[in-house]
């Protein structure tokens, strides 16, 4: 338990920026990717569909719209977890991107050690793409 109380201060004096806004609760991620053939690459792998011209995006997803997926096309490197209610949340990096990245799932998902490697998938729908120069939500 000191482990992770320990873990977790670490980890949030250098990102909490990144997962709070104001009112405390973790926000979405935005990761840098890019849509060819109506598709969202991250890296080579398809992470969802996309609408709108090929080129660099902003992928937004939310720490809730994420699953455990033993083939996801998210691969992460989990520093921690925290039991939240009836929700973990586990806090990470992607691999290699320089963004960190919490994911909420239902239910109690104990972590093996840090540093384990998971992998994940946006749920079906959930992901948002932006455009990487004007900041605007791709619809269609």
């Known amino acids: 338990m000191v482990e992770n109380l320990f873990a977790l201060l670490l980890f949030s004096i250098g ?8 009112s405390g609760k973790q926000g979405a991620v935005h990761i840098d990717a890019r849509v060819e053939a109506g598709k969202v690459l991250l890296d080579v792998v398809v992470v969802a569909d996309a609408v709108g011209a090929d080129g660099p995006v902003k992928l937004g997803v939310r720490p809730e719209h994420m699953e455990l997926d033993d083939d996801g096309s ?5 520093k921690m977890t925290e039991l939240l209610g009836a929700n973990t949340l586990f806090h990470g ?8 990245f919490t994911i909420s799932l239902q239910g109690v998902h104990p972590m093996k050690s840090s540093g384990q490697k998971m992998r994940f998938s946006v749920q079906a729908g959930q992901a948002h793409v932006f455009d990487a120069t004007n900041g605007l939500r791709r619809t269609g």
């Open 74 to 78: 998210l691969h992460v490197t989990v």
């Open 93 to 100: 990096k992607l691999t290699n991107h320089p963004e960190s």
């Open 15 to 22: 990102s909490i920026h990144t997962y709070f806004g104001a």
